[in-house]
T-cell receptor, first 111, second 113 residues
């Protein structure tokens, strides 16, 4: 079946450091890929998405590229801020099927 | 504003006392779903609905019921809550096409004592 694997957290960084959160997936066909962010005490918000191979999703300085050859959708940001501290979820959706989530990666950014 | 509205945000109840968590969306989405979020287990789907009067079980449906009488509403019913249903619950909605992600509500933190 479809599945998403994310790197274990927490990821601890200093402000202005470079961020990578790894995400790989298993799916038949060509799923759409998503990154969601959950700030403390809040629901999940869509951060970015990509719907076909080689697409790059971007938002708020975050980027992720849909790599079909490596079945990956790694999240990157060039310079993190304290306000980026949150839990990040990678997810995929194929056809009319449900959104399948990874287990989430907690990011902690210190001043 | 396009949104999914859940109520209540917080609820403490006793074992066996029936409760309903409401969910409403104003985006005319066909697809709605309930998830629970537990530490170390991520998000698990409880039930989903592809449209009015069409509902189906997700990964962890035991102890829950849902209904979809109107397109905008998708309540989650716990007929006899138990402590293992203490969790953070999210309602979500979406268009059915796969290019669209979900829009989530703000969550309901349920404690069953």
């Amino acid at each position: 079946g479809n599945s998403v694997t994310q790197m274990e957290g927490p990821v601890t960084l200093s402000e202005e450091a470079f961020l990578t959160i790894n995400c790989t997936y298993t799916a038949t066909g060509y799923p759409s890929l998503f990154w969601y962010v959950q700030y403390p005490g809040e629901g999940l918000q869509l951060l970015l998405k990509a719907t076909k191979a080689d697409d790059k999703g971007s938002n708020k300085g975050f980027e992720a590229t849909y790599r079909k050859e490596t079945t990956s959708f790694h999240l990157e940001k060039g310079s993190v801020q304290v306000s980026d501290s949150a839990v990040y979820f990678c997810a995929l959706r194929r056809g009319f099927q449900k959104l399948v989530f990874g287990t989430g990666t907690r990011l902690l950014v210190s001043p | 504003e396009a949104q999914v509205t859940q109520n209540p945000r917080y609820l403490i109840t006793v074992t066996g006392k029936k409760l309903t968590v409401t969910c409403s969306q104003n985006m005319n989405h066909e697809y709605m779903s309930w998830y629970r979020q537990d530490p170390g287990l991520g998000l698990r789907q409880i039930y989903y609905s592809m449209n009015v009067e069409v509902t189906d079980k997700g990964d962890v449906p035991e102890g829950y019921k849902v209904s979809r009488k109107e397109k905008r509403n998708f309540p989650l019913i716990l007929e006899s809550p138990s402590p293992n249903q203490t969790s953070l619950y999210f309602c979500a909605s979406s268009l059915t096409e796969s290019n669209y992600g979900y829009t989530f509500g703000s969550g309901t933190r349920l404690t069953v004592v």
